[in-house]
T-cell receptor, first 110, second 113 residues
Framework: RKEVEQDPGPFNVPEGATVAFNCTYS??????FFWYRQDCRKEPKLLMS???SGNEDGRFTAQLNRASQYISLLIRDSKLSDSATYLC???????????FGAGTRLAVHP | NAGVTQTPKFQVLKTGQSMTLQCAQD?????MYWYRQDPGMGLRLIYY???????DKGEVPNGYNVSRLNKREFSLRLESAAPSQTSVYFC????????????FGQGTRLTVV
């Protein structure tokens, strides 16, 4: 089983929609979680860190559910410019290596 | 700000050839990483260096070697390239404490024919 797993999608949503992605992790000792955004043929860039208490940045909300071992990303009022691949990442078990999921592709259409 | 710089950006190799991918960061980061990205597979960790002088295997280390030359530089070597190593390679760095974000280079597109 992969340490970090995501639904690859694609999620096709209209502009203005709310969309949510989940990402599960297998190591209960995992610490520190992140959401990255990756545009086509570009490098990943940090979108948000995920804190135990949850965090929000404008239209984006990230949450951590330790009991069920998943993190989530909620995007409200989707824009065309949100079309990208969203990657979740975690440090499993305290090791200083950052492991990524396979990514979830989002396509926002007019 | 240069951040993380990878060279080359594109490379075509013949099966059996060797090459080294170079990575340098100017952020005084302790940890550095090499990933490969294939369609539908996300980013898979090849090797990482938690601090200068140490290297460890990641998820897919076979066929690769690495060198942490100094704090700034972390190279990835393919000794005998195979078509299965056709991929996009990303180098990344982080401050080095568990929980800190990683910053990525722009990637190297490698094709092995």
């Amino acid at each position: 089983r992969k340490e970090v797993e995501q639904d690859p999608g694609p999620f096709n949503v209209p502009e203005g929609a709310t969309v949510a992605f989940n990402c599960t992790y297998s190591n209960s000792a995992s610490q520190s979680f992140f959401w990255y955004r990756q545009d086509c043929r570009k490098e990943p860039k940090l979108l948000m860190s995920v804190y135990s208490s949850g965090n929000e940045d404008g239209r984006f909300t990230a949450q951590l559910n330790r009991a069920s071992q998943y993190i989530s990303l909620l995007i409200r009022d989707s824009k065309l410019s949100d079309s990208a691949t969203y990657l979740c990442a975690a440090y499993p078990g305290g090791y200083n290596k950052l492991i990524f999921g396979a990514g979830t592709r989002l396509a926002v259409h007019p | 700000n240069a951040g993380v710089t990878q060279t080359p950006k594109f490379q075509v190799l013949k099966t059996g050839q060797s090459m080294t991918l170079q990575c340098a960061q100017d952020m005084n980061h302790n940890s550095m990483y090499w990933y490969r990205q294939d369609p539908g597979m996300g980013l898979r960790l090849i090797y990482y260096s938690a601090s200068e002088g140490t290297t460890d295997k990641g998820e897919v280390p076979n066929g690769y070697n690495v060198s942490r030359l100094n704090k700034r530089e972390f190279s990835l070597r393919l000794e005998s390239a195979a078509p299965s190593q056709t991929s996009v390679y990303f180098c990344a760095s982080s401050v080095g404490q568990v929980g800190t974000e990683a910053f990525f280079g722009q990637g190297t597109r490698l094709t092995v024919v």
